[in-house]
């Protein structure tokens, strides 16, 4: 299994999930401005699609998409999914929310320029963090372990301190208590993301 990631992007959400999940795989850069991978291959041969993240499975499958990729992981580690009959759909309804919505507002923060839009984006993204906020009862947002959707979240809050979005104390200790987990520091390690927040040098996401 090969994880295609760059660093600081969306993708750091199922790198994070594999390392969690402990499971073996490979993992490759990609330079999303030259669509080449680390090894200088083309990434289009991975995916016609051209973003990150890209999984390729044991199988010589490829799965893309965030919500894809991250419930797959979650089916193969149930540790990382939650239980019950409804379980799946939550955390179904909470990745997709982040992808059509908070992930979404971020775009305007990745560009030079357009400086109303990014005052828009950051109203938007403390509306919707807020929301995420009220449902955050627990230590994690489904109990006292994480799932793969907190790993998204997780890399959203990331960026909203990149960019200066306000959130929430309780968000903010969310974020903190991530960040401590032995797989999130062995990912973000693997990624070359110290001080992240504060990392003016990450262009590449969104
Ligand atoms: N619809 C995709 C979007 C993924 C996405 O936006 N990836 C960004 C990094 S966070 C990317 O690779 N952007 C480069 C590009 O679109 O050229 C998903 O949800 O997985």
Redesign the pocket.
């Known amino acids: 299994m090969k994880l295609y990631y760059?660093p600081f992007?969306?993708?750091l959400a199922d790198h994070i999930a594999l390392e969690e999940a402990g499971v073996p795989f490979e993992r490759e850069a990609?330079d999303?401005k030259t669509?080449r991978t680390a090894s200088g291959n083309d990434f289009a041969a991975v995916t016609a699609?051209?973003?990150?993240?890209a999984l390729v499975l044991d199988s010589g499958e490829t799965l893309?998409?965030?919500?894809a990729?991250l419930d797959w992981i979650a089916s193969q580690h149930p540790e990382l999914s939650v239980a019950g009959p409804l379980g799946r759909t939550r955390v179904l309804e909470v990745l997709s929310y982040i992808?059509s919505e908070i992930?979404r507002s971020f775009k305007p923060m990745w560009h030079p320029g357009h400086d109303a839009e990014k005052v828009k984006a950051r109203a938007a993204l403390a509306a919707q963090f807020g929301l995420v906020a009220d449902g955050l009862k627990t230590d994690y947002l489904f109990g006292d372990r994480p799932s793969v959707a907190d790993c998204y979240l997780f890399v959203m809050l990331l960026w909203a301190a990149r960019f200066h979005v306000p959130v929430s104390a309780s968000l903010e200790a969310f974020r903190n208590r991530m960040g401590a987990r032995p797989a999130v520091r062995i990912a973000m390690t693997d990624e070359g993301l110290v001080n992240i927040a504060s990392e003016p040098g990450i262009e590449?996401?969104?």
Request: net charge positive; with cysteine.
């Open positions: 760059s992007a969306c993708s990609v999303l669509k699609k051209g973003y990150v993240p893309t998409e965030n919500v990729v992808s992930h590449q996401g969104g």
